[in-house]
């Protein structure tokens, strides 16, 4: 079974807060994807990977940077946080892409006050 | 949602029951995923069922799907308590994108 781990569980900012949540995948798989779950809004994409070195940009982008400094790693950068953020993050992976299935973390829960 | 939508959001039943849950998009696909997610965890991975298929079975699981209406359903036959969750379909925009999520229904099934 693929393992995604996220760090940390759970984090509190203040409003400007820099913020950076981890992603490690230890299964090989090319892509890596960050999405943000919001209540009534399902999970959105932020950004994804195709592998180090390479990022794609989601479909809520704004407010968000990432990095994917090895083939397990990927990281989501909040520089200046702000309450509009505050939800859950989850990290996923896939080996081939989105024909594929997604093995996801078990979610980061950001509370931006 | 740009990319898939469920037309429901929230559903009820008792156990025993059978349900259906449907899921339509706007952009051509390639596969459409069924996840299910349970309180406090990642969404994992029930079903996927490709362009070429019209229709998967896995247990008391069943996911169809029409290319010429873009949509896909996900059946539970004889649902149990334990099938209590959010349910998500996804769709990949047929280019190997990445996947795009629907709002997901929230199932209860009660006992």
């Known amino acids: 079974e693929a393992a995604v781990t996220q760090s940390p569980r759970n984090k509190v900012t203040v409003t400007g807060g820099n913020v950076t949540l981890s992603c490690r995948q230890t299964n090989s798989h090319n892509y890596m994807y960050w999405y943000r779950q919001d209540t009534g809004h399902g999970l959105r994409l932020i950004h994804y990977?195709?592998?180090?070195?390479?990022?794609q940009i989601g479909d809520v982008p704004d407010g968000y940077k990432a990095t994917r400094t090895t083939q397990e790693d990927f990281f989501l950068l909040l520089e200046l946080a702000s309450p509009s953020q505050t939800s859950l993050y989850f990290c996923?992976?896939?080996?081939?892409?989105?024909?594929?299935?997604?093995?996801f973390g078990h979610g980061t829960k950001l509370s931006v006050l | 949602s740009q990319w898939g939508e469920e037309n429901l959001q929230a559903l009820s039943i008792q156990e025993g029951e059978d349900v259906t849950m449907n899921c339509s998009y706007k952009?051509?696909?390639?596969?459409v995923h069924w996840y299910r997610q349970d309180s406090g965890r990642g969404p994992a991975l029930i079903i996927l069922?490709?362009?070429?298929?019209r229709e998967k079975r896995s247990g008391r699981l069943r996911a169809t799907l029409d290319t010429s209406s873009q949509s896909s359903s996900l059946s539970i036959t004889a649902a149990q308590c334990e099938d209590t969750a959010v349910y998500f379909c996804?769709?990949?925009?047929?280019?190997?994108?990445?996947?795009?999520f629907g709002a997901g229904t929230k199932l209860t099934v009660k006992p």
């Open positions: 952009t051509y696909t390639t596969v």
């Open positions: 996804a769709t990949d925009g047929g280019n190997n994108n990445a996947p795009r």
């Open positions: 996923a992976s896939s080996d081939t892409g989105a024909g594929e299935r997604l093995f």
């Open positions: 069922i490709r362009s070429n298929e």
């Open positions: 990977s195709y592998g180090a070195g390479n990022l």
